[in-house]
């Protein structure tokens, strides 16, 4: 079934073709394109074998560049001294990973060791709470709200 994907406001969205009218920005994928991306969904989401066609323009393996690029973000954050939340090893007790942002006092954003239960916060915006949580852990003073 052909599809149109429109733009609603903020939101992108896949329609039936059959059910809807065309609209000025739309796209229009033809059943042919339809079943390319069922053929990629199918074999990604539910393992289904893969169109032969589409099979022999493989040229490398997602899952083997997945661990490349987690292995790369590890090696950077290493060097900057933060964990992959980006956050910075907990000035209390020295913890490095256990380290994450978390909702403080209901939904406001904080920073929390997970090994000592030191928490910053609440802040008003997750940036704020990160930032604070690596100036404290520097050892620069920071006030919270
Ligand atoms: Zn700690």
Redesign the pocket.
Known sequence: MAIRIRTVGDTVVALCAAETDKKEGDIYLDDNIHHALMDKFCHELLDYPRDPVAESQKLRDAEEELNKWLADQKIKTEADGVNVEGLKP??????KE??SKVKCFGNQPGVQ??????LLGPYDIIEEAVEAWNLWSDGEFVSEN
């Open positions: 907990c000035r209390q007790c020295g913890e256990a380290i060791c997970n090994s000592c239960c030191v």
